[in-house]
T-cell receptor, first 113, second 113 residues
Framework: GAGVSQSPSNKVTEKGKDVELRCDPISGHTALYWYRQSLGQGLEFLIYFQGNSAPDKSGLPSDRFSAERTGGSVSTLTIQRTQQEDSAVYLC???????????FGPGTRLTVL | GQQLNQSPQSMFIQEGEDVSMNCTSSSIFNTWLWYKQDPGEGPVLLIALYKAGELTSNGRLTAQFGITRKDSFLNISASIPSDVGIYFCAGHNYGGSQGNLIFGKGTKLSVKP
């Protein structure tokens, strides 16, 4: 597609449930990033994939968070045993050759009740 | 950890006025970027700066990469209602993870017609 797509756009879940968030990056963009944006805050880096290299997981807040990227394209962010403080907008971004120029998807708004 | 201070947090201006916002860093950055985020959307890249002292324009927007590499500003001239949104600065620093953009907390701009 022409841009980054994310699904679902909204997710409401109960505390303790697992959730999966999906990102479809721009075709051909080898780098993929996940960020978290809490209300009124900037973007918090979570994880970064570049080609076939091991992902940079330095931003993941706990071991309940994990992400995969299959075939160098689609990525899934999984949050296990969700907590209320996980409520936020989760944004996916990708970049091509100009790796500092990241292009964002619309985000998934996660609400944990 | 590294922090970006973005100011002001919010601005209420009259249509036609000029706007200025800035970001400062606790350490050196080698790239500065400015994004705009509309409600329910992901951030959209406005301007990317790669060289200390660089001054770049994009229509009514002008941004500069500070000589010290620790600051950047964004100016919007002759504001219009569609300029409303949240503006984020972001930086990438020497020695950081290739993917780890650091974001400011944003400047919320309101324009009164």
């Amino acid at each position: 597609g022409a841009g980054v797509s994310q699904s679902p756009s909204n997710k409401v879940t109960e505390k303790g449930k697992d959730v999966e968030l999906r990102c479809d990056p721009i075709s051909g963009h080898t780098a993929l990033y996940w960020y978290r944006q809490s209300l009124g805050q900037g973007l918090e880096f979570l994880i970064y994939f570049q080609g076939n290299s091991a992902p940079d997981k330095s931003g993941l807040p706990s071991d309940r968070f994990s992400a995969e990227r299959t075939g160098g394209s689609v990525s899934t962010l999984t949050i296990q045993r969700t907590q209320q403080e996980d409520s936020a907008v989760y944004l996916c971004a990708c970049s091509g050759l100009a790796y500092n120029e990241q292009f964002f998807g619309p985000g998934t708004r996660l609400t944990v009740l | 950890g590294q922090q970006l201070n973005q100011s002001p947090q919010s601005m209420f201006i009259q249509e036609g006025e000029d706007v200025s916002m800035n970001c400062t860093s606790s350490s050196i950055f080698n790239t500065w970027l400015w994004y705009k985020q509309d409600p329910g959307e992901g951030p959209v890249l406005l301007i990317a700066l790669y060289k200390a002292g660089e001054l770049t324009s994009n229509g009514r927007l002008t941004a500069q990469f500070g000589i010290t590499r620790k600051d950047s500003f964004l100016n919007i001239s002759a504001s219009i209602p569609s300029d409303v949104g949240i503006y984020f600065c972001a930086g990438h620093n020497y020695g950081g993870s290739q993917g780890n953009l650091i974001f400011g907390k944003g400047t919320k701009l309101s324009v009164k017609p």
